[in-house]
C-alpha cells in the first residue's frame, strides 16, 4: 500500500497502520472486492488523520493520541476463550438474566454454541455474524456499512479498516420481535487485546426492535465497537448499552443512526467502567415527522475518563429530537458532554433539546459540556442547558433528620440525579438492571 | 425530658439564640410562640443537628443524652422528629422509597427488625387515610407537585411511621387554609401520648385552638421571654407581639 501521508506521531497510531498491513489478506471479507476496497478507503483515511487529538475540535477534551501510546495485539477469537463457567456467571448479572435473544460475543465474535440465533431466526430476523455477512454481503448491507457520514471520523475509519467482529441484523417490514435482541460482550481472562467490532442492523418500514448492547468483564481491553443502524419509515428502535469495561480499558463505541420518516429511536448509555470512554451517537433524520430520544448516565470515579458526544443533524422538516445526560463523577475523575444539533436549511419546524447535568462529588472532579448549535432554519424551536453542581445539603439534611445515615442518603441522592435519565427506559426490568449497576457503583443495595 | 439550658446559637457568625432554657416534660405539648426573627426557626433545626448552625454555648439533652453530640440521623433513632416548615421536594426519589427506606433505616437502628413490604404499604395505607391522604400521592417524587397541605400531611404522615419520642413542629400552619390546619392538627392530636413530647413552633395563635398546648412559651430575641398556659395564646392573639420587640400578631 502507499505509504501514510501523515508523519504518525505514536506508537500507537502506527500500529494501527502496521496491524492492518499485516492481516488484511485475513480480515473477514478479504475475498471480495467490495470490502476490500472499503478497508482499504477507510485505512487511507485514518492514515490521513490518524488517532485524535484536541486539537481536533470534535475530540477537544479528549486526547486519544497523547493518551493511548501502545496498542494492544488484536485478539482473533479462539473457540476455548470462554468457560462454561465463566458463561453461566455472566448470566447471573440482573441485565444478562433478562428475558432476550441472547447474542454473546466472544472477543467480538459471534458464539453460535452460546447464542439463540435460532430463536431469533425463528422469530423471523435476519441474523449473520459480521464475518460471514462480509463474505458475500448483501445488497441492502453495502447500502448500510460504512456508508453514514461519520465514516470520516478516524475512529469509525479504524474500526471499518479492521472490523473482525459483531453481528449483522435485520427485520423485515412490519416485522416485531417478542423479546429484546441482548449482544453480550463476554471477553474471558486473556492478556490485553484490541477488540473491533462493527454491528449493522437495519429494521425496515413499521418494524421495531429492542437491541441492548452490554460490555462487562474483567480483561483490559481496547475496543473499538460500532453499531450502525437505519430505522425505516414508521419503525422503532430503543437502544442500550452498558459499558462496565475492565479499570485500565479503553471503550470508544460509536452509534450512527439514520432515520426514515415517521421513525422513532431511543437510545441509553450507561457507563461505569474503563480507564477511558467515549461514547459518540450520531443521528441523521432523513424522513419528516421522526423524533429521537438518547439519555444516558456515567459514574466514574478515580482517574476515569468517560466522554459523550452526540451529533443530531436535522436534515428534514418537522422531527423531535431529546438529550438527557447525567454524570456523577468522584475523586479525578472527569465528565465530557459534547451536544451538536445542526439543523439543515429547510428543516423547519424541527424541535431540539438537549440538557447535560453534572454532580461533582469531589473538588478534583471535573465536568466540561461544550453545547453546539448550528441552525440554518428559521421556524425551529432549539434549546440546551448544562448544570454542575454539589450535593444539595439542604436534602441532605431532610433525608438525614429522617434517620437516614448520612452513607445512605448521599446514595439514595445520587440514585436520584441518575434516576431521572434512567426513568426514561421504557422497559421496566432493564429500568431496574440499569438502577441496579448504579447502586452497584455506589456499593449500596439494591432492591 | 428535653432539657435546654443557657442556648448560644450562631447563625453566619451573628448570635440568633442568646441564652435560651427551656424544659419539656414527658408527655406535655408546648407552644413556642414570637415574632419573626425571635429564633423560633433557629431552636427547631439546631434541635434537628441542621448544619451551619453553631453552637457557642450551653447544652440540650433529650432522655439524659447530649443531643448536640450527635448527628442528625442518630438523633432521629433517639426520637427526634422536626416537621418542616419548608419540606424539601426530591425529584427521583419515589415516596413510598424514601418512607421505606428511613423506616428501616430507624427500625434497624432501634434494634427493631425491618419492616417487609406488605407489611410496611399495610401500615402506610392504615396511617394515610387517616390524614386524608391520596395513596397516588405516595407514587409521586417526595414532595413534587404537592400542594402546601399535601406536604404538611406527608410531614405528620412521616412522623406517624417513624414513632417519634420528641416532636418538633415548625409553623407546621403556616400557609394552610382552615380545612387544611384541621386535618394536621388531628393527626397531630392522634399522635399525643404520655411517652411523647411536642414542641409546637407557630406565629399564630390559630394552630392552638385545634392543638391546646400545656405550655406556652413567648420568644423574644433569642431567649424565652415569657411563659405561662394556654391563656397566654390567648392573650398574644389580642395583645400582638409589641411587647416582645415584633409586629402585631
Known sequence: MELPVKQFQTRAEQAFLDAFTAAEPTLPGAGNKWVAALRRQAIDTYALLGLPHRRVEAWKYTDLRSQLTDAYPFARARSAGLSEAEFANALTDRAAALAAYRLVLVEGELRSDLSDIAGLQAAGAEIHSLGDALQKPAPWLKEVLGQARASSDAIVALNTALMTGGVVLRLAKGQTLDRPVHLIHLDGEGEPAGIVTRNVVVVEAGASLMLWESYAGDRVLQRNAVTEIVIGDKGAIDHIKLQREAAGSLHLGTWLVRLGADARYGAFQLSTGAALSRNQINAAFEGEGSSLNVSGALLMRDRQHCDTTLLIEHKVPRCTSRELFKAVLDNEARGVFQGKIIVSPGAQKTDGKQMAQALLLSESAEFDSKPELEIFADDVVCGHGSTSGQIDEDLLFYLEARGIPEVEARALLIQAFVGEAIELVEHEGMRDALGAASAAWLGVAYD | ?249
Open chain 2, 1 to 249: 425530658m428535653l432539657k435546654i439550658n443557657n442556648l448560644h446559637v450562631n447563625v453566619d457568625g451573628r448570635e440568633i439564640l442568646k441564652g435560651l432554657d427551656l424544659t419539656l416534660p414527658a408527655g406535655e405539648v408546648h407552644a413556642i410562640m414570637g415574632p419573626n426573627g425571635s429564633g423560633k426557626s433557629t431552636l427547631a433545626y439546631v434541635l434537628a443537628g441542621k448544619g451551619g448552625y453553631e453552637v457557642t454555648a450551653g447544652s440540650v439533652t433529650w432522655k439524659d443524652q447530649d443531643l448536640l453530640a450527635m448527628g442528625p440521623s442518630a438523633r432521629a433513632v433517639a426520637g427526634v422528629f422536626l416537621a418542616f416548615q419548608y419540606p424539601m421536594e426530591i425529584p427521583g426519589v419515589a415516596t413510598m422509597t424514601f418512607l421505606r427506606t428511613a423506616v428501616n433505616a430507624v427500625r434497624k437502628a432501634r434494634g427493631q427488625a425491618e419492616l417487609s413490604t406488605p407489611d410496611f404499604l399495610r401500615l402506610v395505607r392504615e396511617k394515610a387515610k387517616g390524614l386524608k391522604i391520596d395513596p397516588a400521592m405516595l407514587k409521586r417524587p417526595l414532595n413534587m407537585g404537592f400542594s402546601g397541605g399535601e406536604k404538611k400531611r406527608n410531614e405528620i404522615l412521616q412522623m406517624a411511621l417513624l414513632e417519634p419520642s420528641l416532636c418538633v413542629l415548625d409553623e407546621t400552619d403556616s400557609g394552610l387554609d382552615i380545612d387544611a390546619v384541621r386535618i394536621v392538627a388531628e393527626g397531630v392530636n392522634a399522635l399525643r401520648s404520655k411517652e411523647r413530647s411536642m414542641l409546637v413552633i407557630t406565629h399564630y395563635q390559630r394552630l392552638l385552638d385545634y392543638i391546646v398546648p400545656d405550655r406556652v412559651h413567648v420568644l423574644s430575641d433569642g431567649r424565652v421571654a415569657r411563659s405561662g398556659g394556654p391563656e397566654l395564646a390567648l392573650e398574644l392573639e389580642q395583645s400582638g407581639y409589641a411587647e416582645f420587640g415584633g409586629e402585631a400578631a
